[in-house]
Every structure is written in structure tokens, then in C-alpha cells.
């Protein structure tokens, strides 16, 4: 069983930034692609975004992409998400998620991941 487990989360100023590690047990994370969903009270999980294996390639949604970045250390079996700029509406649940087809750039939807960290709370101030 892969084991997720997100951390960095919280309290932050609109304009802050965080940065969530999201370290694995699993010997062959270089195996995995990885993602970063964020979700909040009764509303879908959403993509944030996704590192090939390698980390040569990233993909972001529009409501991140130059505010966000995603990093991943094989040796260290950790995935980063460093977040700049912070806005209120940044404020949810961040979770972290594997996905075996490790070499395709562009697959954002929830289903498509099989392994789930528990989450990180972050939470954006005015």
C-alpha cells in the first residue's frame, strides 16, 4: 500500500507563500506521476497540478499556472508544491495523489490518480 503524506499546510496573508512537501513510502515513486488536487466544503476536488516521472514536464491548471510550481526529489520520494502569490480563493484542503501512467502530461481528473495523501489544510487571508 502507498502511503501519502502531505505537510506545510496553513495560515497564510493573500500575497504569502507556502510550500506542501508530500513525501511516499513507496520505493518506486519514480515510477509515478504526480499531482497536487485542492478541494473545499462541497465542492468537487479540483486539479492543481502534475509532474511527469522524470519531472522534465509539468502541466498546471489556469487558475495556478505562474503562481504555482511543482517540483518533485526521487532520492527523497517527495513531491513539492511551492505556492507564490497566495490568494483568498487558494484557501482549501491541498492533497497530493500518484498516478501510474507516468509518462502522459495531461490527465487532471480524480479517477486517473490510485493513491491519495490525506490532505493539508491552507488557508488564505485578505
Known amino acids: 500500500q502507498v502511503q501519502l503524506v502531505e505537510s506545510g499546510g496553513g495560515l497564510v496573508q493573500a500575497g504569502g507563500s507556502l510550500r506542501l512537501p508530500c513525501a511516499t513510502n513507496e520505493r518506486s515513486f519514480s515510477n509515478y506521476a504526480m499531482g497536487w488536487f485542492r478541494q473545499t466544503l462541497g465542492q468537487e476536488r479540483e486539479f492543481v497540478a502534475r509532474?511527469?516521472?522524470?519531472?522534465?514536464?509539468?502541466f498546471y491548471a489556469d487558475a495556478v499556472k505562474g503562481r504555482f510550481t511543482i517540483s518533485r526529489d526521487n532520492a527523497k520520494n517527495t513531491v513539492y508544491l511551492q505556492m507564490n502569490s497566495l490568494k483568498p480563493e487558494d484557501t482549501a484542503v491541498y492533497y497530493c495523489?500518484?498516478?501510474?501512467?507516468?509518462?502522459?502530461?495531461?490527465?487532471?481528473?480524480?479517477?486517473?490518480?490510485?493513491?491519495w495523501g490525506q490532505g493539508t489544510q491552507v488557508a488564505v487571508s485578505s
Open positions: 495523489a500518484a498516478d501510474r501512467i507516468s509518462g502522459m502530461l495531461v490527465r487532471s481528473t480524480p479517477e486517473q490518480y490510485v493513491y
Open positions: 509532474i511527469t516521472w522524470s519531472g522534465r514536464q509539468t
